[in-house]
């Protein structure tokens, strides 16, 4: 009998929510997409996506802070969270999450879509808002503002080992065997180290939540339940050209939140140029705030403020949904 699934966090601390959500499901091709909705479902959503190997509960303490007359859609990404795996030997990469943004518009009958990200999320979000400039009404991003440039020697090397990887945890997938199982004060530990320290020990259960579940072989230990071959997950090659050329094509209005503890993820002369082609959109904003990659979930009031003040500026009264 397969273990009850963990939601959000008071099903490992025992706290109720910080503000009540609705459960989702929504039916994509290969299966699912779960999601935490906030407020009104007669009325459009924020898209939240969380960043690679997170999941929804990235947004728990950020929403509660934020504006009550929109709703929010905090979703997870395929492969994280309640969200199904992709079937097996298909390969996760960027343009699957666009691909995902896409069927969502579809499901709800949405004309428009208004989007906040975080890390991955972050660059999804960036990369929709340059193939969709006239489908987004507006984003808000968090610490990962562009697909961060590599050295061209190094990018086959890179490949090679993120197929290598894939098929090893596509096996392992395929073996049916349960993955490595811990303490509930161990796993939470490797969700701290494994953010680099990102993620304050108190804030882990939000985002162990949604990304683990009681072992069938030991009910003292958990394990995490995100698919395994995420850990070689493909972010596509890009050159810093075509980068560029998807920043000047960013027409809506597009909030950039920086962590101050946080570093810009490749050469900063790269970031600074590709931040200048942002710059060309008069709707484009850049903030920089106290904290680390994981801001929004350690000290969600040191940005609610300038969000707030962004939503409220550019959706400021409820758009119903089209289909219920």
Known sequence: MTAKRFTHIGDITGEKPFLKFTEV?????????????YGSQRVRPVVCLHGWMDNAGSFDTLI???????????????????????????????????????????????????????????????????????????????????????????????????????????????????????????????????????????????????????????????FFTRDRRLKHYNYESTSQELVNEMAKRITCPYLFIKSSESSCFEDEELYEETKTCLKENPLFQYVVAEGTHHLLVNNPEKVCEVINSFICKYRPQDIPTSRL
Not at 25 to 37: F, Y
Not at 64 to 85: E, K, N, Q
Not at 117 to 145: E, T, V
Not at 161 to 168: H, K, R
């Open 25 to 37: 499901k929504i039916k994509v091709p290969w299966g699912h997409v779960s999601g935490k909705w």
């Open 64 to 222: 509660p802070l934020l504006s009550r007359h929109l709703s929010f859609l905090a979703i997870d990404l395929p492969g994280h969270g309640l969200s199904s795996h992709l079937p097996s030997g298909l390969y996760y990469n960027s343009n699957e999450s666009i691909f995902l943004l896409k069927i969502l518009m579809q499901h709800y009958g949405w004309e428009k879509i208004s989007l906040m990200g975080h890390s991955m999320g972050s660059i999804i979000n960036f990369a929709f808002a340059a193939m969709y400039p006239d489908k987004i009404d507006l984003a808000a991003c968090f610490d990962l503002m562009k697909p961060p440039q590599s050295d061209v020697s190094s990018q086959i090397d890179a490949a090679r080992v993120i197929m290598d990887g894939f098929l090893e945890q596509n096996n392992r997938n395929n073996s049916g065997e349960e993955p490595k199982s811990y303490t509930m004060e161990d796993i939470l530990e490797r969700v701290h180290v494994g953010s680099f320290n990102s993620i304050e020990k108190k804030c882990c259960p939000h985002l162990l939540a949604r990304n683990a579940q009681r072992s069938s072989l030991d009910s003292e230990k958990f």
